[in-house]
């Protein structure tokens, strides 16, 4: 059984590292793209996921499986959305910390809020129950910090470095414009993990270990991940 959760700020190399590790240990990759684009395809109308046309071949079903539970249990799986997260639960997935830092402004914003926490918190842990994935993001380091067999890796960059690597993957045209972004990112970051679990990304008890990808490479903390993974398998850690 191996399960990681990793989590970093935007423009760190998270994404990069996790997909290096999912691929050297064959574990699924994890992501909020991925589960937004199940979403997605699988829609308001959940019956939809038994169309042989909407399933993922091997381990991937599972993870079909595992989003269709969460639209049959989610309020916000109707056609309609909501007026605070947007149109579907696809939309409300996708979002990257970035665009997520604005606070609800009445109680019916507030609810629907706690209801996406408390549901995205459920399919973590579904994702986790399932064995065998690399989850990347959206607090999974603090939704599975009970599970001693779950490796909890933080990763951060300094602000140079991010806005370098956003202005790659997002095509800014001005590093000014992808330092703000990465600013913006980081306050909505904060507050979520504020709100959703009473403290911050950068909090080290949330972590196994950490470590800054200005001072490193990518393919040396995807080895070192790798390392303390089998080690926690093993139980060497402790």
Known sequence: MTVIAIEGQAGSGVVDVARVVARELDLDF??????AEIARRVGATVEAVHDSTLRTPGRGERIVGLVQRMLERSTVAGAGGDPYFGPGVDTLIARPYAEM???PVTSGQELDEQHFISTTAEVIRDVAEADNAVIVSRGAVAILRERPDVLRVGLVANEADRARRIMGRLQFEDLEI???????????QARYFERAFGTNPLDPFLYHVMWNLSEVS???AAARVIDASEALTGRELR
């Not at 994890?30 to 589960?35: K, T, Y």
């Not at 992808?178 to 909505?188: E, G, L, M, R």
């Open 178 to 188: 992808a330092k703000q972004y990465v600013s913006q990112s980081d306050i909505a």
């Open 101 to 103: 830092n604005e606070s």
């Open 30 to 35: 994890v992501d909020r793209l991925l589960l």
């Open 218 to 220: 990518d393919e040396w």
